[in-house]
């Protein structure tokens, strides 16, 4: 029972250069998100993907671009690594429990630790 | 905007104490409320949900929720040192699609 997978769990960058976070769910949620969490300030919603085949921006898009390949993955690029993107990544995914309960009960992954040189 | 707010802390209490960790929001369309343990180095995990005025209870653990003062809690009963983490709040609303909001945690600290 893994969860959500990602990878890799630690990486150093160069400025300028590019990478991509994967991730991938085996829980059959349909919905995914990318999340950054820097000291001081929590979790920032990245981007999400209600369903396979759509995206939409969170709080902090900018410098990042994802792709929801199909249903189990998402995957997060970045590219041309600036110092401001070290940080902690969490992809997590949810379930489509019914809107009226509100529940929404995201699973994270175990988190990617980028350092941008 | 939407907002959560949370005191950083370090909250302290002693090994048997209650432990009270707060949370204030600013979407009065939030409705529902979670509760996330974070471990040091570890990633978030749900320890309890809340959608309804009043009080909800698991072992150790109560969630109390006031919608009129925009207020969501977390009493955690007999602290134990396995406690320590930081304990993020997050609401939602319940119409449509909508994604979590975090607080930025509040570290609890519990000392033998």
């Known amino acids: 029972n893994a969860g959500v997978t990602q990878t890799p769990k630690f990486q150093v960058l160069k400025t300028g250069q590019s990478m991509t976070l994967q991730c991938a769910q085996d829980m059959n949620h349909n919905s995914m998100y990318w999340y950054r969490q820097d000291p001081g300030m929590g979790l920032r919603l990245i981007y999400y993907s209600a369903s396979e085949g759509t995206t939409d921006k969170g709080e902090v898009p900018n410098g990042y671009n994802v792709s929801r390949l199909n249903k189990r993955e998402f995957s997060l690029r970045l590219e041309s690594a600036a110092p401001s993107q070290t940080s902690v990544y969490f992809c997590?995914?949810?379930?489509?429990?019914?809107?009226?309960?509100?529940?929404?009960?995201?699973?994270f992954g175990a988190g990617s630790r980028l350092t941008v040189l | 905007q939407k907002e959560v707010e949370q005191n950083s802390g370090p909250l302290s209490v002693p090994e048997g104490a209650i432990a009270s960790l707060n949370c204030t929001y600013s979407?009065?369309?939030?409705?529902?409320f979670f509760w996330y343990r974070q471990y040091s180095g570890k990633s978030p995990e749900l320890i309890m949900s809340?959608?309804?005025?009043g009080d909800k209870e698991d072992g150790r653990f109560t969630a109390q929720l006031n919608k009129a003062s925009q207020y969501v809690s977390l009493l955690i009963r007999d602290s134990q040192p396995s406690d320590s983490a930081t304990y993020l709040c997050?609401?939602?609303?319940?119409?449509?699609?909508?994604?979590?909001?975090f607080g930025k945690g509040t570290m609890l600290l519990v000392s033998p």
């Open positions: 809340i959608y309804s005025n």
């Open positions: 979407d009065r369309g939030s409705q529902s």
């Open positions: 997050a609401g939602k609303e319940n119409s449509g699609y909508s994604t979590l909001t």
């Open positions: 997590a995914s949810s379930g489509d429990r019914p809107i009226v309960s509100g529940a929404n009960v995201l699973t």
